[in-house]
């Protein structure tokens, strides 16, 4: 019987339908366009209304297990949002309903059928609009105290502290997609000889897609840029390698289209910086489930519920550790 999974990210909500054996079978998506709260649980219980063989739901943000309720920061309203009892009431009898946290389901979703297919410690660094790590060690997901484990935009990586990494950690302001766009605007407010292609941009118009357009094309400003969020992702790589001793990382999420190339020198950073005889351990992927590693996730969380039983459905203890499969 066929699962539900469901990626809900800050801008759209991703659906598709995959069988037992984890072939994608169909996928569409939404925008949220502009809904906020109970409207986007609507959005997302619609979609899920009546389904019998089981639900997987990833979050932008943080699911508390123990209460079935959701912190997502792009989601107005969602500071601790009791979707998993919203979307339990809209499914059929008996079926299970698990939720995790974005990054949880790309790890998931890689090591089941992707870049970390068969790997029992991996890290999947997801670099968008935001960061975070799913981290999965010996075969589980480690997730915190919390539920809070893997949000490494707040990675201390500068020194000294700034007032504007209160909202999104140092690591995140520097790296993520927007945070190359605000690179950007502080270099070209501080330099005033530079006339290449991104000083005749509106400075708020600057994104991370127009900033490596312009690195193709030898643009200084880009160029800076571009190495700057090279040191940071290196850095972070490499504190993640010294920590998890990890077989691989697989770097994914939105600016992980265009920045995959540039792994090598990611790489060549991280040996800098990590422990050397872990470093040498470990491999750097590029997803190759790319925008559907979640979709896989979620798949993969509602699979493994089924097949626990009707007793584990939906309790923490049965999204808390779902088991890396067999190696290939």
């Not at 502290?161 to 501080?190: D, I, M, N, Q, T």
């Amino acid at each position: 019987m066929p699962v539900l999974a469901l990626d809900l990210g800050g801008t759209k909500l991703a659906t598709a339908i995959f069988d037992a054996g984890g072939k994608l079978l169909h996928r569409d998506s939404v925008p949220l366009d502009g809904r906020s709260g109970a409207e986007v649980a609507a959005l997302v219980a619609q979609r899920c209304e009546g389904a019998t063989g089981g639900v997987g739901v990833t979050v932008p943000g943080i699911y508390r297990a123990e209460r079935g309720t959701v912190w997502a920061p792009n989601i107005p309203g969602w500071d601790d949002y009791p979707l998993r009892d919203e979307l339990r009431r809209v499914v059929a009898p008996g079926t299970p309903v698990v939720i995790d946290s974005d990054r949880a389901g790309y790890i998931l979703g890689e090591v089941w059928r992707g870049a970390a297919r068969g790997a029992r410690h991996a890290i999947f660094l997801a670099v968008g609009t935001g960061i975070g790590a799913g981290i999965m060690v010996d075969g589980r997901v480690l997730r915190g105290h919390g539920d809070i484990g893997g949000a490494i935009g707040w990675l201390a990586l500068d020194r000294h502290y700034r007032e504007e990494y209160r909202s999104c950690g140092c690591f995140e302001y520097h790296a993520s997609g927007p945070g190359l766009a605000k690179v950007a605007r502080e270099l070209l407010a501080h330099d005033a000889g530079y006339r290449g292609d991104l000083r005749a941009l509106d400075p708020m118009a600057l994104t991370a897609e127009r900033i490596f357009a312009a690195y193709a094309k030898d643009d200084p400003m880009a160029i800076r840029v571009v190495d700057d969020a090279i040191a940071f992702w290196g850095m972070a790589a490499a504190n993640l390698v010294s920590l998890f001793n990890p077989e691989v990382i697989v770097f994914g999420g939105g600016v992980f289209g265009p920045a995959a190339r540039l792994l090598g020198r990611i790489r060549a950073e991280a040996e800098l910086w990590a422990q050397p005889i872990a470093i040498k351990e470990t491999r750097f992927e590029a997803s190759v489930l790319g925008g559907d590693a979640g979709l896989y996730g979620a798949a993969r969380l509602a699979l493994l519920a089924r097949a626990e039983g009707p007793a584990m459905h939906g309790t923490a203890g049965s999204r808390r550790n779902p088991p890396a499969p067999p190696r290939p």
